[in-house]
């Protein structure tokens, strides 16, 4: 048996245990990782640590800091009634509105992770005060953040096109866009709809934000957003809500969410934020960890708390399995396995196959890296003239970043850390069946549409 053969089956097993034994999956990942890196790859304890996702590490822990400081002093309130204020009270535009919001950044220039770091907190805190399904928030904050991902002028466009340019291969910029973000706004069309989207329209404008909380459905409503939290996955138990109401004007701003010197402070910590990774290009985490400690040196009494309320067991969840996919790349199974699809001698069957590998592949390493290998893979077949080459390249583009939704990718890394007062155990599975989802219908889909008929 092959190692890279093993190296696949490792990860199955690690998989099966973590679903049926309640294990940490990041815990069994690292594991594997000493136990295939050492046995199979021959790989030194430097080599295995290779794979280590220090910056999603920082990332992570950055963010969430960042934000529980701002859950305890009242600035994610204040933010949710602003939202709130801004579409007159219907709850069932907000997650449009997220979706708008990151898919402008990244249509702008933000990387998707920074967009997502940026956004999904405040999302999710809105969903959790108003019983919003937070599958349905965090999937339309990250397929927000890859219909605008795809521009021009963005980070994932313009590696994609360099890399087209490089190949010698014709393309369109404006497909690749188009594709991306008419892709993207159909998923999210469906989740909206599945994932009780209707029923929030139907209940028309919230009026009693900040009143007296209402007991809250137990994780009955759409998306499970409540529960106690399960021993080792980093619950925090059910939190209470204001019931939505349809009554048609909104109250001034109650006490709870007033404008006070540590919330204006923090919302000022947070447009740095956003200037500092978008306007400067510095490392979201780290700049997120300094003006967290700037808050918790200044108030101190309301960040006591917070350390404890970044989520540990989210991190080693994912810095484990991408430690292990990092031991996959550096023994060479992931170009093993795009490598034998690209021998295949039937174009449109190779190039379905490519767009299950990016999906599959992508949705636990990087969109960008995976876009860059699978794209000078599909060189030789496109060479033939049986496959369009801007359909193809739109297709593997979509392919790979559309299962960002996986909370073993970046971005879904960051919704699951990012969502308050859920049951994670709960909602980890079911980032993990959506991604599952997307990863077995979308490549079909988009290879049926893109790549079938040839365009380009």
């Known amino acids: 048996m092959s190692p890279e053969l093993i190296s696949v089956l490792v990860l199955a097993v690690v998989f099966v245990i973590a679903t049926t034994r309640s294990v940490n999956m990041g815990a069994l990942a690292f594991a594997a990782a000493f136990g295939v890196g050492t046995l199979v790859a021959d790989l030194d304890a430097d080599g295995v640590f290779a794979g280590f996702p220090g910056d999603l590490f920082v990332v992570l822990v950055g963010v969430t800091y960042l934000f529980a400081i701002a859950r305890a002093n009242g600035t994610t309130d204040w933010l949710v009634y602003a939202a709130v204020r801004l579409v007159r009270g219907r709850v069932a535009l907000i997650p449009w509105v997220m979706f708008a919001l990151t898919g402008a950044l990244t249509a702008i220039g933000a990387v998707s992770p920074a967009a997502v770091a940026i956004v999904a907190p405040i999302a999710l805190s809105f969903a959790a005060r108003y019983?919003?399904?937070p599958l349905l928030m965090g999937a339309l904050v990250v397929h927000g953040a890859q219909a605008g991902g795809?521009?021009?002028?963005?980070?994932?466009?313009?590696i994609v096109n360099g890399i087209v340019d490089r190949e010698g291969l014709p393309g369109s910029e404006i497909t690749l866009f188009l594709a991306s973000l008419l892709a993207n706004f159909a998923i999210a069309l469906v989740v909206f709809v599945v994932c009780g989207g209707l029923k929030l329209w139907r209940q028309g404008a919230v009026t009693d934000i900040g009143a007296g909380p209402a007991e809250a459905p137990g994780g009955k409503d759409s998306g499970g957003g409540g529960g106690s939290g399960t021993p080792g996955t980093g619950g925090t138990g059910t939190r209470t809500a204001p019931a939505p109401t349809t009554v048609g004007t909104l109250p001034d701003a109650p006490a709870a969410v007033a404008l006070t010197v540590p919330v204006i402070a923090t919302l000022v910590c947070l447009v740095a934020l956003v200037v500092a990774?978008?306007?400067?290009?510095?490392?979201?985490g780290l700049t997120a960890i300094t003006l967290a400690v700037v808050l918790s040196t200044a108030w101190p009494e309301d960040s006591r708390k917070a350390v404890g309320q970044i989520a540990w067991p989210t991190v080693l969840?994912?810095?484990g399995v991408l430690t292990y996919v990092g031991v996959l790349d550096e023994m060479g199974t992931i170009t093993w396995a795009g490598e034998g699809v690209g021998g295949i001698g039937v174009p449109l069957l190779a190039a379905v196959l490519l767009c299950y590998i990016g999906g599959i592949v992508s949705a636990f390493a990087s969109s960008v890296g995976i876009m860059g290998a699978l794209i000078p893979?599909?060189?030789?077949?496109l060479a033939q003239g049986e496959i369009g080459a801007v359909g193809m390249v739109a297709a593997l583009a979509v392919s790979a970043t559309v299962v960002d939704v996986s909370p073993f990718s970046t971005n879904g890394a960051l919704v699951l850390a990012a969502a308050p007062d859920v049951d994670r155990d709960r909602f980890f599975r079911q980032l993990m069946a959506y991604g599952g989802i997307v990863v077995a219908a979308v490549p079909a889909v988009v290879w049926l549409v893109m790549v079938v008929p040839g365009w380009g």
């Open 131 to 133: 019983h919003i399904s």
């Open 150 to 158: 795809f521009s021009p002028i963005s980070i994932y466009g313009s």
């Open 277 to 284: 990774v978008l306007g400067f290009d510095l490392d979201a």
């Open 317 to 319: 969840l994912i810095c």
């Open 377 to 381: 893979l599909a060189v030789p077949f």
